[in-house]
């Protein structure tokens, strides 16, 4: 099932969360909506799911236009944050009830409703614990029932509040991969929710980086990575470092001093890149200054390296080899090999 | 090692405690329990043979039929109207919500005597509605419908009291969890919301019941103290004493006694049982 959302706004008392937000989410697609808290990306997907009503703009469900539909009506397996388990009800109960609160004329008989639930519970690795209460679970199981309660209804996309939000790193790892594996097995129309760059990245067919009530970028985990298109998705996504310069007849300056950079327009900009995308420099104009302190990551080294004048200093983390002179003091002298500008 | 005891931060020394101890237990005792005492060797003054005739007397008989009726009446209304609030307060954003809270306390910080004044102001002789209702054959005032009126605007924060803090705490994740899962909004109420809180609907039905059998002032004051009619216990408690009949008043007093004891007994057991889901914010 395809998604289309369409100059979505919605305002909580006037303050507006969502400004004219469109996407296209493609059928069978396992799409991430990342941003930081305040992003809008819950508010979005409450939307497309029904929980919340748009204050303008459409909501298609393939042709169908669903903006006024109700949750029931939309027919989606919604996976909330903090699993939203029944606590009352054993875990087959949980995984029955979009069933059983059917209509008498479309549920099916009870034998089958059980048959279905057990099913599903074979299907997210949980044979054996239907029997069991939510609060005799673990949170990877907890999330695991969510998502086979989800599944009961047969919805027509599947949409993840912070699936792994509330979960440990190590069980995080594990469910984020099982996750792919099992949207690749079901093929259903997936769109999650994360403040994790890392979950985002390595789980999503696409990511939208949302920042403020708008949509920043939407790509592949490269495009975000290696093509941000705006100061806030390359500061957001991964480490980087930017520096204020301007642009005077085809070459950068920074503080006066030209920096071996070149580019097409003049003006006041910004520069961006990436700790890891610099080389040294020996000779010719480059970025010099002190290093004020050094740490060792796994098998490299950053050092964070003052430039600029003393009374305005900009400091920058750079990656240097393991065999570089980059004790606090020595002074470092490199040149950005992939960079941004933006003016 | 230091010879000197590592003194506990947060506890008192022996001294201290078993005064505050003692203290307390006094308090009790000259408070609580001595009329409690009183209570039971009054009623059984004059051996069991009087207690038991005395609660046989026809206006005692009609005065616990009364008090029975009235609670059958204004605790299963204040259940409803406090689920209701409840569930509209928590569940729900909406415009003078705040007021709304305000109003439900609003029995708790009025006094009783001046709430069933209210109803004889608005229901009596002189008042624009008392006439209009009896020329339909109603009495309000010095009826029973007045007693159950004046019970059920006591009793009406008990329910709601209860149920509001945890409505709030469990917020409406179960609730969405249901309706996304096609459930509608009677299904998600029945077979979510309903199981989550049935514990604290519980207590609160208990304190409403306790109070609604033991109300004394806002009932004097719509009743009028017809013997065998609009007498509830309470009132009668008070006629018997009035009329120097000890064994009498401290009979149907022993039985409100009664009720007390036992609902302490359940609030303990639901207290013990289920502590975690009748408050708010402890478990989830």
């Known amino acids: ?343 | 090692m230091s010879s000197r005891a590592f003194k506990n931060p947060i506890s008192e020394s022996v001294p201290v405690r078993w005064t505050l101890i003692f203290i307390v237990l006094a308090f009790l005792a000259l408070f609580v329990l001595t009329p409690l005492l009183i209570v039971f060797k009054e009623a059984f003054g004059k051996g069991w043979g009087e207690y038991v005739a005395a609660l046989q007397e026809p206006d005692a008989v009609s005065a616990i039929r009364l008090t029975l009726l009235v609670a059958a009446i204004a605790v299963p209304a204040n259940l409803l109207f406090g689920i209701a609030a409840s569930w509209a307060i928590a569940k729900f954003e909406f415009r003078g919500k705040a007021f709304l809270i305000t109003l439900i306390d609003l029995p708790f910080s009025v006094s009783p005597v001046i709430s069933g004044l209210v109803y004889v102001l608005l229901f009596g002789a002189n008042s624009f509605l008392g006439p209009f209702l009896k020329s339909y054959g109603v009495q309000v005032v010095f009826a029973v419908p007045g007693i159950v009126l004046a019970t059920i605007f006591v009793t009406f924060p008990f329910v709601a009291r209860e149920l509001i803090p945890l409505m709030q705490d469990q917020g409406t994740g179960d609730e969405e969890a249901a309706i996304s899962l096609g459930a509608n909004g009677w299904q998600a109420f029945w077979y979510v919301t309903l199981p989550n809180i049935k514990w604290a609907l519980l207590y609160g039905v208990l304190l409403c019941n306790a109070r609604a059998m033991g109300e004394f002032g806002a009932v004097s004051v719509v009743s009028g103290h017809i013997r065998g009619l609009t007498n509830t216990m309470p009132l009668h408690v008070e006629i018997l004493y009035n009329d120097y009949n000890v064994v009498g008043a401290f009979g149907v007093a022993s039985l409100l006694a009664l009720l007390a004891l036992l609902t302490l007994v359940l609030r303990t057991i639901l207290e013990t049982r289920y502590g975690s889901e009748l408050s708010a914010g402890q478990k989830h």
């Open chain 1, 1 to 343: 099932m395809e998604i289309r959302v369409e100059k979505i706004r919605k305002e909580f008392d006037l303050y507006p969360a969502l400004h004219d937000v469109s996407l296209d989410i493609k059928s069978g697609e396992l799409i991430a909506l990342l941003g930081p808290s305040g992003s809008g990306k819950t508010t979005l997907l409450r939307l497309i799911a029904g929980l919340e009503q748009p204050t303008q703009g459409r909501i298609f469900f393939g042709n169908e236009d669903a903006s006024y539909k109700s949750v029931q009506e939309r027919n989606v397996g919604f996976v909330f944050q903090h699993y939203a388990l029944f606590r009352h009800m054993t875990v087959a109960e949980n995984v029955a009830f979009g069933l059983t609160v059917r209509p008498k004329a479309q549920r099916p008989p009870k034998a089958e409703i059980r048959r279905r639930a057990l099913e599903l519970l074979d299907m997210v690795q949980l044979s054996g614990l239907e029997k069991r209460f939510p609060n005799q679970l673990s949170g990877g199981q907890r999330q695991r029932v969510a998502l086979a309660r989800a599944m009961a209804i047969e919805p027509r996309v599947l949409l993840l509040d912070e699936p792994f939000g509330a979960l440990d790193a190590k069980v995080r790892k594990e469910l984020r991969r099982w996750l792919r594996e099992f949207h690749d097995r079901t093929g259903h129309t997936t769109v999650f929710v994360t403040h994790d760059q890392e979950e985002a990245l390595e789980l999503a067919d696409r990511v939208v980086v949302m920042s403020q009530g708008k949509i920043e970028q939407v790509g592949s985990s490269d495009d975000v990575y290696d093509r941000p298109n705006s100061p806030f998705v390359f500061s957001f996504i991964g480490e980087s470092a930017n520096l204020p310069v301007t642009v005077e007849g085809g070459a950068v300056f920074f503080h006066g001093a030209p920096t071996g950079l070149s580019a097409q327009r003049d003006g006041a900009a910004r520069l961006f890149f990436r700790p890891q995308d610099v080389s040294l420099a020996q000779e010719g104009p480059c970025f010099t200054g002190p290093v004020t302190s050094s740490r060792r990551l796994a098998g490299t080294r950053i050092a964070e390296v003052e430039l600029g004048s003393s009374d305005q200093p900009c400091h920058v983390e750079i990656e240097v080899p393991l065999d570089a002179a980059a004790s606090n003091g020595s002074v470092l002298s490199f040149r950005p090999t992939r960079w941004k500008l933006f003016y």
